[in-house]
């Protein structure tokens, strides 16, 4: 009997967690890369130890080196190791400054000059500022629409909470987008105190990383901090009022500079056909988006609120906004089931901000239990309430000049 020739394997040191399903061409060759990288990562990190331990002998002789005849072949070697050195120190400062937004952590906070403000505000104090602002006679006609969004939406979370484990982030985000989709039609049906009616952009994923090669200079005060910060945001939410005032030529372009802008890293507000927009009262705001905790979970929704308040704060340098007006970024923190509002007020010293305070919501709650969903009568009518007081506070939130908003927040009890 014949056997094939098989080239042997030699060992391997790598402890390679096994995969979880049969070797196929497919993931053999990411297996195959997996070890590669480690392969590679290990010997960087020797290698680099070693020169630094070479370059931190070598500083330390350096005294010697006029003294010693023998040393002086060795001065350019010297002068290589030591800016070796120092190219690593920069690197290593490097590291600390592109942190991840998803790395923020409350004691980042005060060095990014943002501070909480103690008190939380409550949902329907954010649900009457709608009413504020929508016209009189939109008034029966809106809330007519939004009793019927909100039925749509109980629908969908009945079918998703009966098929999903709830307890991932691509299940949240299924909850999320169903409130976003029908959130739209009302966001763009009304004219919230302006001349007309709005259009709303959804960029998932927003990037707003940046190559080190494109330096930016910064002179926005304590958000130089988070000038190498690198990430995506899960939603921008891009609100541009009075669309009808737009030729159809600069719609064209206002609509195909959207859609594309999650894919390119943001750097001010340019739509080529249409240079106006940037003059616009444009209402960006953000949507972080977290999994549901499981019983086992030790997190809480309000863990995320760092992250949440640096995207605002790099949303709004990206987009070069800078009157006080617009610098103020509302942004949603929510896992699908918790829903907290907030936004930050920019305090500036010579038009640059210097400090900003944090105003958010109390978390606001819908069931997402398969069991409470089905409920009826005064039950259903509790979680409908809440449904509906949901899409109030995303229409507002997208909707609404943010000077409103803020006063508002300032006022609320």
Not at 169 to 186: G, K, V
Not at 248 to 261: G, H, I, N, S, V
Request: hydrophobic share 40%.
């Amino acid at each position: 009997m014949s056997y094939r020739h098989q080239t042997p394997v030699p060992e391997s040191n790598l402890n390679v967690p096994p995969l979880s399903s049969p070797l196929t061409p497919g993931n053999a060759a990411r297996q195959a890369s997996i070890e590669k990288v480690q392969t590679w990562t290990g010997a960087m990190t020797l290698l680099q130890d070693r020169l630094l331990e070479s370059a931190n002998i070598l500083v330390k002789l350096g005294s010697l080196r006029d003294g010693e005849r023998g040393f002086e072949d060795q001065g350019g070697r010297l002068r290589k190791l030591v800016e070796l050195k120092d190219l690593q120190d920069n690197l290593d400062q490097m590291v600390i400054q592109a942190k991840s937004l998803s790395k923020t952590r409350r004691k980042d906070l005060d060095s990014l000059g943002v501070t909480e403000q103690e008190r939380s505000i409550t949902v329907h104090a954010l649900e009457d500022g709608l009413y504020e602002v929508l016209l009189e006679e939109e008034t029966a006609q809106y809330s007519d629409e939004a009793d019927m969004m909100s039925e749509k939406v109980l629908e969908h979370f009945m079918m998703w909470s009966g098929v999903l484990n709830t307890h991932t982030e691509a299940a949240s985000r299924m909850f999320i987008n169903d409130c976003i989709l029908h959130s739209i039609p009302l966001a763009e049906g009304f004219k919230f105190g302006r001349n007309g009616k709005g259009r709303i952009f959804v960029c998932p994923e927003q990037s707003i990383s940046r190559p080190r090669k494109d330096a930016e200079d910064i002179d926005d005060g304590p958000i130089r901090n988070l000038v190498e910060t690198t990430g995506r945001i899960d939603y921008v939410m891009i609100y541009v009022p009075d669309w009808h005032s737009l030729g159809p030529d600069e719609q064209r372009a206002t609509e195909d500079y959207f859609k594309r802008l999650s894919k390119i890293p943001v750097s001010g507000i340019d739509v080529p056909g249409n240079p106006e927009l940037r003059f616009m009262e444009i209402c960006l705001s953000v949507i972080e988006a977290k999994r549901l905790p499981s019983d086992t979970d030790h997190h809480v929704l309000l863990d995320a609120l760092p992250q949440a308040i640096a995207e605002a704060l790099v949303l709004g340098h990206r987009f070069g906004i800078t009157d006080d007006e617009h610098r103020i970024i509302p942004f949603v923190l929510t896992d699908g089931a918790q829903w907290i509002w907030g936004l930050l007020e920019p305090h500036a010293s010579d038009g640059v901000p210097e400090r900003w305070t944090c105003f958010r919501s109390e978390p606001h709650e819908i069931q997402l239990e398969h069991a409470a969903l089905k409920a009826v009568g005064s039950a259903r009518q509790e979680i409908m309430r809440n449904i509906r007081r949901l899409m109030d506070v995303m229409v507002y939130w997208n909707c609404a000049q943010r000077h409103q908003i803020l006063e508002i927040v300032r006022k609320a009890p």
